[in-house]
């Protein structure tokens, strides 16, 4: 085991007294205390992740392979109490998709899932000593995020991005883009001369596009924006061969663009 503690929903396993561990007992049983979640989702087109439509809480078997935590060593009570095992779950399970942060021994580079934990107690001579944490992440992939900021003049309007993805879907970046004057803007991949255009921005107007959600706003009255706007959402390209992406700008702006690296591991 190389897990050494994690975050999730911005709270440490090691605040909360605990640690990852491996129980080896045959004398170990482990029991639901009826707190594991169903979830009803939907995948939208643009997203390797599932949006939550509904929880449901259900008192099921489960045969994955669980993270093992017990209270951190040296501890002069290796017993967790019921209070403290409701404070465990009050923590990890809500029926909700939440950030998850794994901390390895041997890895440094940060990647997080969102999802959810379902819980059961581990009982050992009639009293519990530990907890079998069962993770399901929203999508098939880790993440690691990144952002970038270009600053664009008449001199350059040109700006590259890496995209080392281990997914070859596009990626529908988040991008803020605030015009140095007022002009009509188009954003434009190089790689298949897709299109993204805004007409009659304002000068110091900061367009803001959410791609996963599909939603674009400005930072001001900006009334015409639904008919101004092409609907073209910007999309960042990888493929086994191809990891640059070439953009341009029709106008001088600053550019703040954020997105998140599918990545195809686990959690152990």
Known sequence: MSLID?????QKL????????????????SISFGSNA?????????????????????????????????????????YITHEEFRLLERWLNRGKYLKLTPKYEYENEELYFYGYFNVQALIYGGR?????LTFTANSPFAYKYVTQSFDLTNNKLTFSLNSISDDFKPIYPN?????????????????????????????????????ENKI?????S???????????????????????N?????????????YELPRKVGVY
């Open 38 to 78: 169903t979830f009803t989702t939907i995948r939208l087109n643009s997203s390797s992740k599932n949006k939550l439509l509904s929880t449901k809480y259900e008192d099921v078997y489960t045969t994955s392979e669980p993270i093992q935590i017990c209270k951190k060593c040296p501890s002069d009570n290796i």
């Open 128 to 132: 519990i000593v530990g907890a079998e």
């Open 246 to 258: 070439n953009f341009s700008v029709s106008a001088p702006c600053t550019v703040t663009i954020s």
């Open 14 to 29: 090691s605040n909360f007294g605990y640690m990852p561990c491996s129980f080896d007992s045959s004398d170990l049983s």
């Open 175 to 211: 991008i803020n883009i605030t015009l140095k004057q007022a002009s009509d803007l188009s954003l434009m991949n190089m790689i298949d001369n897709s299109v993204t255009s805004i007409k009659n921005c304002s000068e110091n107007e900061t367009i803001s596009i959410n791609g």
């Open 222 to 244: 900006h009334t015409s924006l639904p008919n101004d706007f092409n609907y073209e959402f910007p999309k960042i390209y990888t493929s086994y061969e191809i990891a640059t």
């Open 216 to 220: 674009i706003t400005s930072s001001l």
């Open 6 to 10: 994690f975050t999730y929903a911005d």
